[in-house]
């Protein structure tokens, strides 16, 4: 299920200067945009991240870092079948699967957060464990949604349902009221320093719809009173030296914001994850 890399002809994230082989992070890009159910447009996020990525710089004065001494390689997105949402999971799983069994470290460019979903299946069969932190400013804990099992609603419940319990939860501040009994809020960096294994691995998911809306509104769904950028850095800051193995940025609708400052800041956030990936090289 490996994707033929010469073929792909998209625009590059950059600092993505590297070559598969010489690679140990990946980039890659999950334009699944099938089950919104608010507002879609998630699928033009990859391109859009990757054209606001060059409005940065390489280098972050949060966690002390810069993409230019790090191999990262930009493999385009893939190629997803919007009318057969099976076939599209098994798709990112096959991917990530081979990324992983290449000992690639590897960043999703989403699409919407049901990405996670198949990503998570391939964590299981290339890890004997670890660790999600999901930034979110909802559950996504629901049965089901809009009597669908399985979309942005639902996937950390499927993800638990594949028996993958230790789940950070970040930023939440919506949901049902049984989502609020049943699963608790990380409610500060040290929290989440402190509960975090760091002896684990670690996979982000980081839905960007956690940031404020007047920051960030162009989102899938946009919920007020959640985190500024310097706090999102500030938890950052506190797991550095966790080895995180992957992680995914989603649910960015860009062409809701016309001011493209959306775009921008997921462009940051995954600069930010990408040096995280490889603090413990600091």
């Known amino acids: 299920m490996g994707l033929n890399f010469e073929q792909l002809n998209q625009s590059k994230y950059i600092g993505a200067n590297g070559d598969y082989e010489g690679s140990n992070l990946v980039l890659i890009g999950c334009p699944l945009d099938v089950t919104s159910s608010f507002r879609s447009g998630s699928k033009f996020a990859p391109e859009s991240i990757r054209k606001a ?25 893939i190629p997803l079948i919007p009318s057969d949402l099976n076939t599209s999971f098994d798709l990112i799983e096959g991917q990530a699967s081979d990324f992983f069994k290449d000992s690639k470290k590897v960043l999703f460019l989403g699409g919407e957060h ?14 004997k464990t670890f660790q999600i932190i999901h930034f979110d400013a909802h559950w996504d804990m629901r049965d089901s949604y809009e009597g669908m099992q ?67 509104p162009g989102v899938s769904t946009p919920e007020p ?14 797991i550095a030296g966790v080895d995180v193995v992957g992680a995914d940025v989603v ?6 914001d016309w001011t493209f400052v959306s775009s921008i800041c997921a462009a940051k956030v995954v600069r930010e994850i990408m040096i995280l990936m490889h603090k413990r090289e600091y």
């Open 251 to 256: 649910e960015l609708a860009p062409d809701y």
């Open 53 to 77: 990525s060059w409005t940065l710089e390489t280098y972050s004065p949060y966690l002390k870092g810069d993409l230019g001494v790090l191999k990262i390689f930009d493999a385009g997105n």
């Open 150 to 216: 399985f979309c942005h609603a639902t996937v950390m419940k499927r993800i638990k349902d594949l028996g993958i319990t230790k789940i950070f939860h970040v930023g939440i501040r919506s949901g049902t009221e049984e989502e609020f009994k049943n699963s608790r809020i990380i409610d500060s960096p040290q929290r989440l320093k402190e509960e975090l294994d760091f002896s684990i691995p670690v996979y982000i998911t980081f839905d960007m719809d956690v940031i404020d809306p007047s920051l960030v």
């Open 225 to 238: 009173d959640g985190l500024m950028f310097g706090e999102v850095m500030e938890y950052f800051i506190s």
């Open 114 to 127: 049901l990405i996670t979903y198949p990503v998570a299946k391939a964590l299981k069969k290339n890890f």
